[in-house]
């Protein structure tokens, strides 16, 4: 899309354009989406087209300065709230979106302000966990990100943090999400109601990974040549 209609802009966002150079690269076979998220499909909400109805949605989003209203919403789970509010966006999309924003200079929420578990993480909570104890799951992926030091140094476990880097809330969200995925093969005995016992998605690397790009707020990509070192704590 880039190199026939240049960078997207909010200024003239124009649905016709990027619908018609999306839909000619849907015919083409190309692939519009990656396997990252679950995207809800365009047919429930009257348009032919999944990428249509998301074109039709950021546009009435930039009508309604979500941008501005994200900005200023005060707290990351405000800012889930406007996201929830919209069309087609759920627990999972809404939570997965406001991390992603909160990435970049749009806003500065505390990464260990709020967390909501998606289907995989709560699958992985319950393989991890017989009871709770009478906590939320949220509150049972905030206690186990609170107290990871305690874990891995009870358990033994190198851990090489990113320059002293905690993990954050949705990284433990993510983690108890692959816990889910792996234990379905490694103990199906375990499975979920659904009796699911295979990983839909695996990795299949055909080139060398990229460099990574942290965000910048982070202050580590200029350590990136100096690899992370353990340091066990005392």
């Excluded at 989406?33 to 009435?60: D, E, V």
């Excluded at 809404?94 to 909501?116: A, I, W």
Aim: charged share 25%; with cysteine; proline share 7%.
């Amino acid at each position: 899309m880039i190199e026939k209609l240049g960078e997207p802009r909010a200024e003239d966002f124009n649905i016709e354009q990027y619908d018609r150079v999306m839909s000619e690269a849907f015919t083409r076979g190309q692939r519009l989406y990656s396997a990252a998220y679950i995207m809800p499909s365009g047919g429930r909400s009257g348009f032919p087209r999944k990428h249509t109805m998301h074109l039709h949605l950021l546009k009435q989003m930039l009508l309604d300065e979500l941008p501005s209203r994200i900005a200023g919403a005060g707290s990351m789970e405000r800012a889930f709230g406007l996201l929830h509010a919209c069309p087609t966006i759920g627990d999972f999309l809404g939570y997965q979106f406001v991390t992603d924003l909160n990435y970049s200079s749009l806003t500065n929420f505390g990464e260990d302000e709020f967390v909501v578990p998606g289907p995989g993480a709560k699958g992985g909570l319950e393989k991890c966990f017989s009871d709770l104890g009478g906590i939320s799951q949220a509150d049972a992926i905030r206690l186990v990100t609170e107290k990871q030091e305690d874990c891995l140094r009870t358990l033994g476990l190198r851990f090489p943090s990113l320059w002293g880097r905690r993990l954050q809330l949705i990284d433990c969200q993510n983690l108890f999400c692959e816990v889910n995925k792996y234990a379905r093969v490694a103990h199906p005995e375990f499975s979920d109601k659904a009796g699911r016992t295979h990983i839909k998605q695996k990795l299949r690397p055909k080139d060398g990974l990229p460099p990574p790009l942290f965000p910048k707020k982070w202050g580590i990509n200029d350590r990136l040549l100096n690899p992370p070192v353990y340091v066990p704590s005392s």
